[in-house]
Each structure stands twice: as C-alpha cells, then as structure tokens.
C-alpha cells in the first residue's frame, strides 16, 4: 500500500536500528514509521528537516516528543482501536494463568514433578484462586479498559474502575462498572488490570503503599505500560506475600533480562509485550499506519492523528511549508 505513494526504505533486521543510524535515516527523509522502540525526541526531530510525518506502529506513542513535533509541524499518527480486543483478551489470558497457575502447573508436569508425587489429584495440589464472581479493578477505562469489563461481565464479577474523568452514567450501567478512587479499588478489589498511558502522571502509579493497599489474596495485570508500575516494589511485594501474584506483558526494561529478579519467581506470569500479536491483529495495525502515511501524502488529515492542533502549524501533505 504505501509503495503505491513512497520509495521505502525497510530495517530488516529483528533488532531496533541503532541510534546513530536512525539519526542518520531521519535527515534524509519526509516521513518515519516507527515502534515503541525508536526514539523520536528533540534531538532527532531538530536534525530531519524533510520530516513531516511520523506514523507510529503502536496504539501508544511515550517514545515520541509529540508536543515538540507539534511545534515543528511534524504530524503523529497511531494505531488506535485495531488492537482493542487482541490486548483484552491476552489481558483475560495472564490474569487466569496468574489466578490459576497455569504456568507454575505447566512446569510442574513437564519437569516431572508431577509424575514424582506419584498421585494423579490431591485436595491440595496447585491451589489458585477463584474468578468467577470476584472484584476486578481497572484502571483506566479507555478501549482496552472497557473491553476487558465486557468481558469480565462473563465471569459474573463485580466491576470497579478508576481514572481521572468519569464515563457517562448510561456507559457504566452498560458495562456494569462502579466509579470509585483508586484507594478503594485497590483495597476492594481481588484483580487489579491496569490501561493506563504512560505519562508523567502514570509513571510509578503503583509502588510500594499502592501495592501495600491492596489485599493479601490480589493479583495485579498489567498490560499497559511497563513503568506504570514500580518493578522494585513489584518484586518486594511479590517476595514478602503483600499481594499473591502479579501477571505482566509489559516490563520497566524491555527485554526483560534473564537474570531479573521477576523471572526467579513463581508467582509471576511474564510474557514478551505480545498484547496485539495476532496475526490479524498485526495486519490491521500495519494497514492503518499506510492509510495514515497515504491521506497525508495526499494533503488530508490521518485518520488517527495523535496531534490534531498540528494543522494549526502546518497543513497536511508535502507541498506546504
């Protein structure tokens, strides 16, 4: 699709593309696609004088400088929407392998230490917790966050939810969802499912007395974003029982080492960031970033423009200053 408009130029390589070859790509062309893994800041927006637009293969967009490519009149573009239900339903995945501990289980066959209880079943054996008709917390509900109260409808669970701006009162009687402050949420509710952005405002939103708040018997799912939530404090926790399990797909450091203190524990389910990896999921993504390059190109707004007063400072396309 984008060929059709542009000369492409594609990394091919699995791992990121380097900083300094990144900053050299960037001055030599009119528009970036990028992941969560490419650093658009100052620095290599003031060096890309051809650049106009930058379409992000990611519904977030906390690697992008989007305030100063506003002011330079670069455009950002996201992927909004098409991932909603792959990520609700990974969400659902690792809050009932945590809940149940499908992992801890798994393991627990094929390294044979099923076979060496020599019994088949025992009352006590991989005890996990209950889900259906429990509290689950969310925090934040945008798309994601109200896909995963549809579906937590299912289970017959109490639904709390937080974030700054109550939704409408006929949104929440749809998804079943009581308002409340994060204090209460977190002290009342047996699954906390985190979907916030990473801003300044979210980062470390839980620590140590958030995590401390919550009960004895809570899981915490976070799908959102890495730095949401304070590893350390994360890990202490896990360690000393203040919440029974966590269940991650997004890390403070990503990859996540091997050596890290959250891999050497069973409480913990951890996937690599695979939130949106379906395959029809991916392909959706992909296409919406080319329809976001292709109405530029063609002097019309994206249709999932993340900077929307960049039209103020420049109008869409190539042929304007």
Do not use: C
């Not at 289980?105 to 917790?129: C, E, I, N, Q």
């Not at 669970?157 to 109550?166: D, E, F, S, V």
Request: net charge neutral; glycine share 6%.
């Amino acid at each position: 699709m984008i060929k059709e408009y542009y000369d492409v130029e594609v990394w091919d390589k699995y791992t990121p593309p380097p900083r300094d070859v990144l900053l050299q790509k960037a001055r030599e062309v009119d528009a970036l696609v990028t992941l969560l893994t490419d650093k658009i800041d100052k620095e290599l927006l003031d060096n890309a004088p051809r650049l106009r637009i930058v379409a992000q293969y990611a519904v977030g967009y906390d690697n992008i400088d989007v305030d100063y490519a506003t002011k330079r009149g670069v455009y950002v573009t996201n992927t909004p929407g098409v991932l909603t239900d792959a990520t609700a339903d990974l969400t659902w995945a690792i809050l009932l392998a945590a809940a149940r501990r499908v992992v801890e289980a798994d393991k627990f066959v094929r390294s044979g230490d099923y076979w060496k209880t020599g019994t088949g079943w025992h009352p006590m054996m991989m005890l996990g917790a209950h889900v259906t008709g429990k509290t689950l917390g969310i925090i934040g509900m945008g798309r994601i966050g109200r896909a995963v109260a549809k579906r937590a409808k299912g289970f017959g669970m109490r639904i709390l939810y937080y974030q700054r701006h109550r939704l409408p009162e006929d949104v929440e009687r749809e998804l079943g969802a009581k308002y409340v402050d994060l204090e209460t949420l977190l002290r009342e509710s047996d699954f906390v499912s985190i979907h916030v952005p990473l801003t300044e405002e979210t980062y470390h939103m839980i620590g140590e007395r958030e995590l401390r708040l919550m009960k004895r018997s809570a899981v915490l799912v976070n799908t959102a974003r890495g730095a949401v939530v304070d590893t350390n404090a994360l890990v202490k926790a896990l360690k000393e029982g203040w919440i029974a399990a966590a269940a991650l797909d997004v890390f403070e450091q990503e990859p996540l080492p091997p050596d890290h203190p959250l891999t050497k524990l069973n409480n913990v389910v951890l996937t690599p960031h695979i939130g949106s990896a379906t395959i029809e999921t991916r392909t959706k993504m992909a296409e919406l970033v080319a329809e976001n390059l292709i109405a530029f190109y063609k002097g019309e707004v994206p249709p999932t423009l993340v900077n929307k007063e960049v039209v103020k400072v420049r109008p869409p396309g190539f042929g304007t200053d």
